[in-house]
């Protein structure tokens, strides 16, 4: 394998901005700080997190106790009344939803919920069902085959 040298692109690289050598400089007088000011000032400027003498983001949000919101679940949900589509004994599963458009989300979990009738039988493979749109799955003479060890609910 030969050597081979990787260069920056074109630009990459910048001359550094020197700050307060005179008039002719273009950066001369106040460097770039403007006239007046905490900000203009030596060792002026204000701490990370300020905000004017408002009460800042990080004391206005409690930071006490177990959240579970890193690790929640979103499902891509979906009602009995969207499967009206499928016909009597087709198989409803993840493909057959991004075929006829009802899903674009090829990871989540999919889950159904009860609103609307189902009239077919109807072979219902998703990751979770409600008891709800179980119920009237399972009376209208259709099944629910669950997905790879998950149980439905």
Known sequence: MENVMIKKPAGATRKKKILGRGPGSGRG???????????????????????????PLYRRIARRGFSNYPFKKEYLILNLKALGGFA????????????????????????ILGQGEVNKKLMIEVDRVSSGAQKKIVDSGGEIIPVAGKVSR
């Open 29 to 55: 007088c106040t460097a770039g700080k403007g006239d007046k000011g905490q900000n203009s000032r030596s060792g002026g400027g204000v701490r990370p997190g300020f905000e004017g003498g408002q009460m």
């Open 88 to 111: 009597d004994g087709e198989k409803v599963d993840r493909e057959s939803l991004i075929n006829k458009g009802l899903i674009k989300n090829k990871k989540k979990p999919i889950k």
